[in-house]
């Protein structure tokens, strides 16, 4: 009679010299912890052992008997007593191939059927299946070499050769992981009188979700979306209905069908894998050290407080390519879990896609018009991302801001994510806004290039090799600013009270649903702005360029760049905005070190000069701050052609000018709090010197133009002067072809060559200033605004409103400013339908309003002007 193996005197292995030579070999290069540290605790004596591991191969039976030997268990090696089992252990998948092979069958059954049959006549009889899982590597330290990282344990099922790497270089952190046993009897009995064939698989089902748990816990989830989001897309509800209705549409067979929708699938999907997560970011550390004298994130601990329990879709502005690079190797160097990041198909280039699929990104096409299976695949990628509660990250402005201003949302992703949220709402959603800040751009020259008319150059590989020059240089610093995060919920609750219990059909559009994502579309800019971080770049940027040379003498540059970082301090934007703590000296000596500016010697004093190419160049990082300073511009804008105005018209002419600039520069307040502002900034402005008050605070008056005082404020009101301009060239070209003349995309193209040509005339050193989205912009709020609608043949009538704007505009323009537009302006061919001159129009209302005392006083302080009187 064949003795049964027990726990206290366990059978002799069986297993080949050559088993126990590698096992001797290896030894060296392993060190085993068990886990449990005894596991002879959680066997029942004298019950024989058949030991389940995960995967099948060489290396995980050498572990596993040594790790039963070191534990004083049953070896797997040995017979398994009343079978026809050699060894007391089988894989759940096995591997075939040669020496690199990774293809895997799932083949327990086998190994299963042969432990069911030698139970059967044998009621007392009993089988302990162990479930054993073996880990490798499983977490190397930041300290760890690339190479440990790249073969650290992961998902996916290596071949013979990586599993042999991932010995020699990680087996000494090695994880024996022992599960109590399954009584194969005491299964046997709870599953019934079912059949052993369907009994087998079940039991072969429940130990893969098992060892699927154990290794989520170990190593993290698993995100290899090619092997489980894929699947659960395309069985999905919406992608089956959308299969079968290209079935219809196209006239092929569900085959053809369903390969397509997973061809896209597949296209789409991004494929995480750790150890190249880990491995990117040991090259990115290089990388960045040789780009970057450094890295700033600010306010991440708050970030990180407000996540726990939510789906988090970082939302960062978009000027670089670097961007997401730079997002995702700074929340990886903190420990937080790196975002899948939407990326367009562009970037999906040979040798740089794969990488970019691995580290998180998924890529997505331009436009999803015409091809209805593509876009409920993607819809319905990015919920199941959104339900599996991975972080997502994506760009709202929907391409990179060539100007360095916010671009208008796009609201296609935010408008995917929320509808996503509303079929499942298992986790909040939380949009964490981010302000990503440069000193120097690597894409400065080829932004230039196309707002100047030259057409966007197509990513390729090509491209890139030859813009690996662009490393030669350095580009100061950068600052991550986390903004304040908005939570959907509120946003849905304000909305809809019933939301919750809305229609979860994938179509169902609720009417109150555009609302809530333009919501979130402005409350995001206006976040990211508020989280702005102001490097020495910026302030040398919005005083150079304000004047007509980019240039200043030295005493008033120090003066200048002290002046705003006053304003910036005792006028707080927000408690999230950065400041440089350089002084100003600090600032111009740096700006020379980076090479925006030079200094020009001379016996009365140096002056700091940027060049004509550096002064385009810096356009772009003043618009990155512009809306720090709008309230302190708009109020020196009022006292650039005036010497005095009365507080009450700075206020009345702001509330009315408000709408508009807050759609360019996505300002935080509403017309109140940004009226409460001016009058904050129009205190300071009277405490600094900058204005005289007089008339019990009613009246102000600035110095003559030579002075020191009336130059600050000429500095600071020409950084918004250039977007009073452009209202001025759109109304201008309004009225001077007359109401229902101009479609909205000829009134567009009209103040484009008008501004282009201003530009040429005038050497301004701002391409934007033509930048055909902002006139698109304050066109459509003058829609909003009702001031501007469209008629039923499309062309642009416009209300009485709209005159009395272009009246308003010869409080804040010169007179050769206003003229050189008119000149200039399209519009008025033939004399029949010529309408009346625009400033003919503004002199008819200006006496037909005599009645407003405000206004008067405008009037009257302009003809002062007019007369030589500053």
Request: with cysteine; hydrophobic share 40%.
């Amino acid at each position: 009679m064949q003795n049964t193996p027990t726990l206290d005197s366990p059978a002799r292995s069986r297993s080949p010299w050559w088993f126990h030579l590698a096992g001797q070999l290896l030894q060296p290069w392993v060190r085993l912890r068990r886990d449990p540290a005894e596991p002879a605790t959680l066997l029942q004596p004298g019950t024989p052992v058949c030991y389940v591991i995960e995967r099948d191969g060489f290396s995980d039976a050498l572990i596993l008997e040594r790790a039963c030997r070191e534990a004083g268990l049953p070896s797997p090696m040995q017979l398994l007593s009343g079978t026809r089992r050699k060894r007391s252990m089988f894989a759940l998948t096995r591997r075939d191939g040669g020496l690199f092979g990774r293809n895997r069958h799932r083949v327990p059954n086998e190994s299963l059927n042969q432990l069911l049959r030698s139970l059967e006549g044998q009621p007392e009889r009993d089988i302990q299946i162990v479930p054993v899982s073996i880990y490798v590597g499983r977490a190397p330290n930041r300290e760890s070499g690339w190479f440990s990282v790249l073969f650290s344990e992961n998902w996916v099922m290596v071949g013979r050769f990586r599993r042999l790497l991932a010995l020699l270089l990680n087996g000494r952190d090695t994880v024996v992981h022992f599960s109590a046993p399954v009584s194969l009897r005491t299964a046997l009995q709870e599953a019934g009188d079912i059949r052993p064939e369907r009994f087998t698989r079940k039991l072969a089902r429940v130990l893969r979700t098992h060892f699927h748990r154990i290794r989520a816990a170990v190593i993290g989830p698993d995100l290899s979306h090619r092997r489980t989001v894929v699947d659960a897309v395309l069985n999905a509800e919406p992608v089956r209905a959308a299969i079968a209705s290209t079935m219809a549409k196209e006239n092929i067979s569900h085959a053809k069908a369903w390969h397509k929708a997973k061809k896209l699938a597949m296209e789409i999907a991004a494929d995480y894998s750790h150890p190249v997560v880990r491995s990117v970011s040991f090259l990115l550390s290089n990388f960045w050290n040789k780009l970057y004298d450094g890295i700033a994130m600010h306010h991440f601990d708050k970030a990180r407080a407000a996540a726990p329990g939510h789906e988090v879709v970082y939302v960062p502005c978009h000027r670089s390519h670097t961007d997401y690079l730079l997002l995702s190797y700074q929340l990886h160097k903190a420990g937080v879990v790196v975002p899948h990041i939407a990326a367009g198909v562009n970037l999906n280039l040979p040798g740089i896609g794969p990488i970019l699929r691995r580290g998180g990104a998924f890529f997505l096409r331009r436009s999803f018009k015409g091809n209805a299976l593509y876009s409920v695949v993607f819809n319905e990628y990015l919920a199941q991302l959104i339900d599996r509660g991975v972080p997502i990250e994506y760009f709202i402005e929907g391409g990179r801001s060539r100007t360095g201003r916010l671009l208008a949302p796009r609201a296609g992703m935010l408008m995917m994510t929320v509808r996503a949220f509303l079929r499942a709402p298992r986790r909040p959603v939380l949009f964490q806004p981010v302000y990503i800040g440069y000193e120097k751009l690597m894409e400065g020259k080829s932004y230039i290039g196309e707002l100047s008319g030259k057409p966007k150059e197509k990513e390729s590989l090509f491209g890139l090799l030859r813009g690996l020059k662009v490393l030669r240089q350095r580009y100061g610093h950068v600052a991550l600013n986390f903004g304040e995060p908005i939570e959907l919920n509120p946003l849905l609750d304000a909305a809809s009270h019933d939301w919750r219990s809305a229609d979860t059909d994938p179509d169902a559009k609720p009417e109150w649903l555009n609302g809530v994502v333009d919501q979130l579309c402005e409350r995001i800019q206006v976040n990211i702005n508020r989280a702005a971080d102001v490097n020495p770049i910026n302030l040398l940027a919005l005083a150079l360029l304000a004047t007509p040379k980019h240039a200043m003498a030295e005493n008033d540059l120090l003066a200048q760049l002290e002046l705003m970082k006053t304003l910036l301090v005792e006028l707080p934007y927000s408690d999230r905005v950065t400041m440089t703590p350089m002084d100003p000296a600090g600032i111009i000596a740096y700006g020379e070190q980076m090479g925006w500016i030079r200094r020009v010697r001379h016996p009365l004093g140096d002056v700091l000069v940027t060049e004509d190419e550096q002064a385009v160049l810096l356009s772009y990082f003043r618009n990155n701050v512009l809306h720090l300073t709008a309230t302190a511009a708009w109020v020196a804008c009022c006292f650039l052609n005036n010497r005095r105005m009365s507080r009450a018209s700075v206020l009345r002419l702001g509330k009315i000018i408000y709408p508009f600039i807050q759609g360019e520069l996505f300002l935080p307040w509403d017309t109140d709090g940004f009226a409460t502002q001016l009058q904050a900034t129009i205190d300071l402005f009277v405490r600094r010197g900058l204005l005289e008050s007089a008339g019990e605070g009613r009246l102000l008056e600035r110095g003559p133009g030579q002075d020191d005082a009336a130059y600050q404020l000429k500095v600071i009101a020409r950084s918004l002067i250039q977007a009073f301009e452009r209202y001025y060239i759109t109304i201008a070209a309004l009225v001077k072809n007359g109401p229902h003349t101009l479609t909205g995309a000829e009134l567009e193209n009209a103040c484009t060559l008008t501004a282009q040509r201003l530009s040429l005339l005038n050497e301004l050193s701002a391409p934007e200033f033509f930048d055909k989205a902002l006139f698109r912009g304050f066109i459509h709020k003058l829609r909003e605004s009702r001031v501007v609608w469209t008629d039923p043949d499309g062309k642009l009538g416009y209300d009485q409103v709209l005159e009395g704007m272009v009246r308003d505009a010869r409080v804040i323009l010169s007179r050769e400013v206003r003229h050189s537009i008119l000149k200039i302006t399209p519009g008025g061919d033939t004399e029949a339908a010529k309408p009346q001159p625009v400033e003919e129009v503004t002199a008819v209302a200006t006496e037909s309003s005599t009645s407003d005392e405000l206004h008067r006083r405008h009037v009257e302080t302009e003809h002062r002007q007019h007369h030589g009187k500053d």
